[in-house]
């Protein structure tokens, strides 16, 4: 199993620009999260999912989209890109609500 | 509103055991308290978890309260590699996951 996976690992946006982060699970886990950290702080839980087809928000969802059209997949997307959301972009995964979450290696993203 | 918390930082020693306290003094019945820990620049992974009693796994123990208000994870050989952030977190099934700053342990050789 590869776990979580998350691509790309490093991305320079300018202001306005968009982009989709990747975010890929083979353990067969029914939710899904966003996570954003940004230097020195804690994370900050962006959407998650507890299923295909279901997605809600978390703490700090403007300027950010997500989907979830197939169990493996959770895609993020940011529209029209901020300095603000300069930050590493962390998904993870777990079997249910209750159960530890499985985190991928991080998107690292630069808005400029 | 992380519901935890928890001291900003401590300092231990290699090879001394290393008791991380956590505070979470509004748990509900059905709230499991999980600890993560983040290594620099990594994405946090799984130390443990409980309910209810106290429990051990390879990494580490978890001693939680008779009255589950706190909890305490417990690292029995702080060894240099254990130097992170360590977080510790309330979750249900249907709850939202909230990740407060956490702990930032140093490990003195």
């Known amino acids: 199993n590869a776990g979580v996976t998350q691509t790309p690992k490093f991305r320079i946006l300018k202001i306005g620009q968009s982009m989709t982060l990747q975010c890929t699970q083979d353990m067969n886990h029914n939710y899904m999260y966003w996570y954003r950290q940004d230097p020195g702080m804690g994370l900050k839980l962006i959407y998650y999912?507890?299923?295909?087809?279901?997605?809600d928000k978390g703490e700090v969802p403007n300027g950010y989209n997500v989907s979830r059209s197939t169990t493996e997949d959770f895609p993020l997307r940011l529209e029209l890109a901020a300095p603000s959301q300069t930050s590493v972009y962390f998904c993870a995964s777990s079997l249910r609500g209750e159960e530890t979450q499985y985190f991928g290696p991080g998107t690292r993203l630069l808005v400029l | 509103d992380a519901k935890t918390t928890q001291p900003n930082s401590m300092e231990s020693n290699e090879e001394e055991p290393v008791h991380l306290p956590c505070n979470h003094s509004t748990i509900s019945g059905t709230d499991y308290i999980h600890w993560y820990r983040q290594l620099p620049s990594q994405g946090p992974e799984y130390v443990i978890h409980?309910?209810?009693s106290n429990v051990n796994n390879r990494m580490a123990s978890l001693a939680i309260a008779e009255d589950r208000k706190s909890s305490t994870l417990i690292l029995h050989r702080a060894t240099l590699r254990d130097a992170a952030v360590y977080y510790c977190i309330r979750k249900t099934s249907y709850d939202k996951v909230i990740f407060g700053p956490g702990t930032s342990l140093s490990v003195i050789p």
């Open positions: 999912s507890v299923g295909a087809g279901i997605t």
């Open positions: 409980g309910l209810t």
